[in-house]
């Protein structure tokens, strides 16, 4: 069974970094993409970043990039989102989520909650 | 920058058959995603690649995918149905999007 277990989240001041984790089992991790996912809540999902098999490739939202890091450590079966110059609008629930086929999210995290407030 | 319309929300009275859409710049062209959020849960993928359903999911949820739109059906609608759904496409610019979302209710 895919489980996704995310960690990391909490208050932060604007302009401050956090880096989120996301802890993978049950499935070959270094043989799938990966990304992350955030919702405000209330409102929708949003892309945010994601990552190729090997970690060589890396993709992000325009609204993200310059100021968020993915990356991964195959080794330990491990997803890292480190996120910098942080901002009210960035206060979001964080899933981190394995790619499947042609583009899809097929296994989710159950989140973690990323909160940016003076 | 490409754009997924859904409408806001979409009813159906139970045992009844449920369609919501997926607007988007010739979609049919597209592989399109559809995901199932419940309150307080994370999403789960419901139809992929337009009409293909994961190991797990009901025969009652279908897809089609075609010109501007994409349709994702409930047939025989029951009230665990009820929830958010979310289309999403892989675009060469934007990279994945998602539609905004539609909120279905059961009657």
């Known amino acids: 069974e895919v489980q996704l277990l995310e960690s990391g989240g909490g208050l932060v001041q604007p302009g401050g970094s956090l880096r989120l984790s996301c802890a993978a089992s049950g499935f070959t991790f270094s043989a799938y993409a990966m990304s992350w996912v955030r919702q405000t809540p209330g409102k929708g999902l949003e892309w945010v970043t994601g990552?190729?098999?090997?970690?060589?490739?890396?993709y992000y939202a325009d609204s993200v990039k310059g100021r968020f890091t993915i990356s991964r450590d195959n080794s330990k079966n491990s997803l890292y989102l480190q996120m910098n110059s942080l901002r009210v609008e960035d206060t979001a629930l964080y899933y981190c989520?394995?790619?499947?086929?042609?583009?899809?999210?097929?296994?989710w995290g159950q989140g973690t909650l990323v909160t940016v407030s003076s | 920058s490409y754009e997924l319309t859904q409408p806001l929300s979409v009813s159906v009275a139970l045992g009844q058959t449920a369609s919501i859409t997926c607007g988007g710049n010739q979609i049919g062209s597209k592989n399109v995603h559809w995901y199932q959020q419940k309150p307080g849960q994370a999403p789960v993928l419901v139809i992929y690649?337009?009409?293909n359903r994961p190991s797990g999911i009901p025969e009652r949820f279908s897809g089609s995918n075609s010109g501007n739109t994409a349709t994702l059906t409930i047939s025989g609608a029951q009230a665990g149905d009820e929830a958010d759904y979310y289309c999403?496409?892989?675009?060469?610019?934007?990279?994945?999007?998602f539609g905004g979302g539609t909120k279905l209710t059961v009657l």
């Open positions: 990552i190729s098999d090997s970690g060589g490739k890396t």
């Open positions: 690649s337009d009409y």
């Open positions: 989520a394995k790619d499947g086929s042609s583009s899809a999210l097929d296994s």
């Open positions: 999403q496409v892989w675009d060469s610019s934007t990279r994945r999007v």
